[in-house]
């Protein structure tokens, strides 16, 4: 059973908007992760927070900011976003290192 | 570079036939992990096997078997006897050194399963 959860399910906005994504996890896990995951496509890794010490995709543009409150929460901050934002958004935890990723349910981002 | 390829784009079964989703795996790393992810139409992606490189042992859970061969590079997943439940995009993972504490995780593009009762 997972033991990530991400708030809210679904999400629409207007690319005026200011909204959060959020993680939470609840397995002790030091490293959390953002992915995005458009359609038919595989995740792409957007962050991650290992051991509080953040990492970054080059290439993710800065209307995304993500926050890790502790190691058990994870914030995934949006604004100004364009349409092609729409996609699955998905946290996954791990122990760090080599540890496998578990996923949450991830949030249905439509940006309009 | 590290890749993986899932040829297989889109697979049809009739619900009971057994069905086997092929994963080949590129990697200069002596030490890596292999994976496999259930899809449902949920979203959430579901851990199913995790397997290291010095460890090329099958693996059976129920109806669910895995084929690693390092000498191939392939590790595939069979599923005996399916099930409506089981239809889903099943992706294979490729994980290899730790860098920053963590492994980024290569993905493959994933293959469709449909179990047509």
């Known amino acids: 059973d997972t033991e990530v959860t991400q708030t809210p399910k679904h999400l629409v906005m207007g690319m005026t908007n200011k909204k959060s994504l959020k993680c939470e996890q609840h397995m002790g896990h030091r490293a959390m992760y953002w992915y995005k995951q458009k359609a038919k496509k595989p995740p792409e890794l957007m962050f991650v927070?290992?051991?509080?010490?953040?990492?970054i995709n080059e290439s993710v543009p800065s209307r995304f900011s993500p926050e890790c409150p502790n190691s058990s929460l994870l914030n995934l901050h949006l604004h100004a976003l364009q349409p092609e934002d729409s996609a699955l958004y998905l946290c996954?935890?791990?122990?760090?290192?080599?540890?496998?990723?578990?996923f949450g349910p991830g949030t249905r981002l439509t940006v309009l | 570079a590290q890749k993986v390829t899932q040829a297989q784009t889109e697979i049809s079964v009739v619900e009971k036939e057994d069905v086997t989703l092929d994963c080949v795996y590129e990697t200069r790393d002596t030490t890596y992990y292999l994976f496999w992810y259930k899809q449902p139409p949920s979203g959430e992606l579901v851990f199913l096997i995790r397997r290291n490189s010095f460890d090329e042992q099958n693996e059976i859970s129920g109806r669910y078997s895995w084929n690693f061969q390092k000498s191939t590079s392939s590790f595939n997943f069979t599923i005996t006897a399916s099930q409506v439940v089981d239809s889903a995009v099943y992706f294979c993972a490729l994980s290899g050194g730790v860098s920053g504490g963590y492994q980024k995780v290569t993905f493959g593009t994933g293959t469709k399963l449909q179990v047509i009762p």
């Open positions: 927070y290992s051991y509080e010490k953040l990492s």
């Open positions: 996954a935890s791990s122990q760090g290192g080599a540890d496998t990723q578990y």
